[in-house]
């Protein structure tokens, strides 16, 4: 089951969910600045806290103006509010976009809601440029975040780092790096904003396996291909005598056939 964009954007607003956008975006910011200087970047899912750390944080050389789409089962908020809108509904597994028009794609709140996740990424690889960059974000099966559906994190399917970077595989990208984040417990406490630090700081050096989150990136790429048809025809000039032709020969005495 996928949450609606308005329930979404309610948590999100919530002290609970501001928090989870400053410790889930520092790492993104750092991933995504590093790997490409200059971006063309897509959000899918519920990407809007995240891409408006993205506009803060980086240059308008670094990153232009992000566009973000949802599945139209989530529906869609008017995405920037005091800008042109820049997202839409669209089809998981049938992307309005042109072939490698992205070289950054950011996913959040998308694929473990997906009725097919290998669908939905392959056609994630047809719309980055070779060696572009996916960056996921799934709730971690080990984590407690996916065990209470009070948060959004608690809904669809959580995945283990080894079940996420196995779908990776299947669906063409190479998996580059991984992190757990999220340690803090899924609780609203008056007090939680200013404990969130030092429960990432904890959770990242003693109990990483349980973070909330897996956050993980692949990359995009394209091997080079022989073509089928040279492919068939060198294989019929290897292929054995004994599954040809019988090999004939010259003979300089024999006389000729009238």
């Known amino acids: 089951m996928m949450l609606e964009a308005v329930r ?7 002290p609970q969910g501001q928090t989870v956008v400053d ?54 908020i008017p995405w920037p509010s005091s ?7 669209v089809r998981p597994d049938a992307l309005p976009f042109a072939d490698t028009q992205f070289n950054q794609v950011l ?18 690889w047809r719309i980055l440029t070779p060696g572009g ?3 996921i974000v799934v709730p971690n099966r080990g984590g407690l975040w996916a065990r209470r559906d009070t948060t ?29 984040a999220l340690f803090m ?13 030092a429960w990432e700081k904890a959770g990242d050096r003693w109990f990483a396996p349980l973070g909330g989150v897996i956050l993980c990136e692949a990359e995009k ?12 025809a060198r294989r019929t000039l290897q292929r054995p005598l004994s599954q040809g032709l019988a090999p004939r020969f010259h003979n300089d005495s024999a006389e000729p056939t009238p």
């Open 152 to 180: 959004p994190f608690g809904w669809g399917r959580p995945y283990s780092p080894g079940q996420l970077a196995e779908l990776l595989t299947d669906s063409l990208f190479i998996p580059r790096q991984s992190r757990f």
């Open 23 to 76: 410790l889930i975006g520092n790492s993104m910011v750092q991933w995504l600045n590093v790997n490409h200087p200059t971006m063309q970047l897509l959000g899918l899912g519920y990407t809007q806290p995240y891409l408006d750390r993205f506009v803060h944080s980086l240059t308008t050389q670094q990153c232009a103006l992000p566009l973000a789409a949802s599945p139209a089962e989530m529906g869609v």
């Open 185 to 197: 417990p899924p609780v609203g406490k008056r007090y939680f904003p200013q404990a969130a630090p």
């Open 8 to 14: 979404l954007h309610d948590w999100y607003n919530s």
């Open 221 to 232: 790429v394209v091997y080079a291909l022989t073509p089928l048809a040279k492919q068939s």
């Open 133 to 135: 960059r996916l960056l």
């Open 83 to 89: 800008q042109a809108n820049r997202i839409a509904q």
């Open 107 to 124: 996913m959040v709140h998308f694929l473990e809601s997906c009725d097919s996740p290998q669908g939905a990424l392959r056609e994630t």
